[in-house]
């Protein structure tokens, strides 16, 4: 079995350089592609908000389990170890692209005007029909939060063609979902203290009305927490804002990728033109083995028979 010639540098070197014409079209093509490409995109700008778990009572609802007094350095801990943890931050982070956000933000005639001049290029048409299925996928897709460095800290951005209207959707994104876990907190809070108030009238224990008691208090202290108009699951670390510069199509990526993607297309068909003739070539020095070879045959075979021919007729 023959063995296949190693490939050398010096070969790949000779090859590029052979095929150079065809790399230098590929390269001015994908430079034109590139330059359509980037003329017909309409310019999206980033706008990004940092986000972290609000600071306000994150543990209240577990401290409200702990009635003894007593524990006051144990409460207080746990209301404030685990802020990155905090399970409303965690709802926030899932829930903010869902349909119940979704639809509270269709109600915003503006929302609404800006989703309909989302369009990726001049010639393409935005989506009409909003919805709030629709637009809950959309914030999944388009929406990214992605945490940061620093702690428990969170990178929310968006693209879009006009930098007020990204700026703004960040901000009322923020303040719908965090104003959704809020009412739900005191819903909850509601019940469990009108539960609470008809279980200490039915208690005659001293204890258990303590313990009780102790429940309702906490309980009325989250349901304070909650109406008050500030951030409970997530706390704006820095304001919503639109970089300045165009974030979307990034023309050196472009080029440099189009270009790229043309001088390999370049070079391929210079490789697959060079396939014809490497074959014909191959196909001639077999053919002129094989004469060769055969050529040898007769010879030696003409000279066997000479040799074999001579003693014979030294015998007669």
Sequence with gaps: MLEQPDIRVVDVLRDLWAGRLFILAGVVCGALLATVFVLSARPHYKAQIILAPANPMNGAEMSSLMADDDLFALRYMIQRVGVSNSSDFLNFENTYFGPR??????????????????????????????????????????????????????????????????????????????????????????????????????????EHRRTLTTLLLEQERLLMLVSIDQPYAASVVEPASTLPRVSWPDKALVFSLMGAIGALLGFVTYSLRQVPSARRASDYGHRQRLNSWCSDEVSNNYGLSNSQSKPDRAAE
Excluded at 125 to 139: F, T, V
């Design 101 to 206: 956000v979704a639809d509270v933000l269709l109600q915003d005639d503006a929302i609404v005007r800006g989703l309909h001049a989302d369009r990726a290029f001049v010639f393409s048409e935005g989506h009409k029909a909003w919805n709030a299925g629709a637009l809950a996928q959309y914030l999944a897709k388009r929406v990214a939060l992605s945490p940061m460095a620093a702690g428990g800290l969170r990178r929310m951005h968006y693209y879009h063609v006009e930098p007020a209207f990204a700026s703004y959707l960040l901000e009322q994104i923020h303040a719908v979902t965090d104003r959704m876990i809020r009412e739900r907190i005191r819903l909850q809070a509601s019940e469990r203290i009108q539960y609470l108030n008809e279980a200490i009238s039915q208690t005659r224990n001293p």
